[in-house]
């Protein structure tokens, strides 16, 4: 079975912490996604990354950066945590193709507390 | 004006009952259409995949695309407390571009 990994289910930093959000996949995908999900505003695209050293903006980049060193692996950084980067942030990765390869599997999520 | 509008919910029926979910968006160059679920403390799994119009099938589930109108559907048969989730419209210009998500509908099925 497939599976999307990230490290953690459950996070609570300070602010001004820089924080680390792992995620890693084991089904050779090229592309990898990280999300925030928040109520009343479902998923926003915060990085995306269509192979290995390559990364794109998303929606909503500002304070965020990634990481993107091997293809299983798609790194997520807060450089400065602030209180409104609490939420709940999912990774998620995608073949490159057609079809019902074309939809994404997501990671179970980790839901950071910034206080 | 959003992409993809989807009505929140919590949309409740009892166990059994028909259930429609229904997204509309605005930009008509949309081409592949899914549904997605996620149940409480999860991350959102792929429940259903259209490209352009028509209806598919997949046991209890049927995903319905309008163009004309704008307009998708997923309808849940002989709904079960099981199926009681946040359902999430997405789709996209492209096979490899990125989706576009609603916000989502959370679903409860009463016993």
């Known amino acids: 079975d497939v599976k999307v990994t990230q490290s953690s289910r459950y996070l609570v930093k300070r602010t001004g912490e820089k924080v680390f959000l792992e995620c890693v996949q084991d089904?050779?995908?090229?592309?990898m996604f990280w999300y925030r999900q928040d109520p009343g505003l479902g998923l926003r695209l915060i990085y995306f990354s269509y192979d290995v050293k390559m990364k794109e903006k998303g929606d909503i980049p500002e304070g965020y950066s990634v990481s993107r060193e091997k293809k299983e692996r798609f790194s997520l950084i807060l450089e400065s945590a602030s209180t409104n980067q609490t939420s709940m942030y999912l990774c998620a990765s995608r073949v490159t193709g057609t079809g019902a390869n074309y939809g994404y599997t997501f990671g179970s999520g980790t839901r950071l507390t910034v206080v | 004006q959003k992409e993809v509008e989807q009505d929140p919910g919590p949309l409740s029926v009892p166990e059994g009952a028909i259930v429609s979910l229904n997204c509309t968006y605005s930009?008509?160059?949309?081409?592949?259409f899914m549904w997605y679920r996620q149940y409480s403390r999860k991350g959102p799994e792929l429940l259903m995949y259209t490209y352009s119009s028509g209806n598919k099938e997949d046991g209890r589930f049927t995903a319905q695309v309008d163009k004309s109108s704008k307009y998708i559907s997923l309808f849940i048969r002989d709904s079960q407390p099981s199926d009681s989730a946040t359902y999430l419209c997405a789709m996209s210009f492209y096979s490899n571009y990125q989706l576009i998500w609603g916000a989502g509908t959370k679903l409860i099925i009463k016993p």
């Open positions: 089904m050779d995908h090229e592309n």
């Open positions: 930009n008509s160059a949309f081409q592949y």
